[in-house]
């Protein structure tokens, strides 16, 4: 089993939501803010005469848990689904999992998912 784990653009979450549903059997989104490589927001400031860039994006972090076969499938759909084409589209990372439980139906290991 993998843990994949994509940064994205918040702006995208809805694209990769769709994107993912019924592929995965379930998913975790967590909104905040990061710093990476894209450009930052520029706002305007004072009364509208200058400008500051903001110190962070709005970044997403979609989390699921898929069978080893499903790696390629799932990540290149998220990635289509947050590509723009600039910088800062955002990272996917793929990491083992030894093992998982489904706490409500105590099942462990793929039938958990």
Avoid: C, P, W
């Avoid at 994107?19 to 998913?27: D, L, P, S, Y």
């Avoid at 970044?59 to 390629?72: L, P, Q, R, W």
């Amino acid at each position: 089993m993998k843990r994949i784990e994509a940064t994205i653009q918040a702006t995208k979450i809805g694209a990769v939501t769709e994107a993912i549903t019924g592929i995965v059997g379930g998913f975790t989104i967590l909104e905040g803010k990061g710093r990476g490589s894209g450009t930052r927001q520029e706002m305007r400031s004072g009364r509208g005469t200058g400008t500051i860039t903001a110190e962070y994006n709005h970044v997403a972090t979609v989390n699921t848990i898929v069978d080893d076969s499903d790696v390629e499938k799932i990540s290149t759909a998220i990635a289509d689904a947050a590509f723009t084409g600039k910088g800062g589209d955002g990272i996917i990372v793929v990491t083992n999992v030894d093992n998982v439980m489904n706490i409500a139906t105590k099942k462990s290991g793929h039938e958990a998912l």
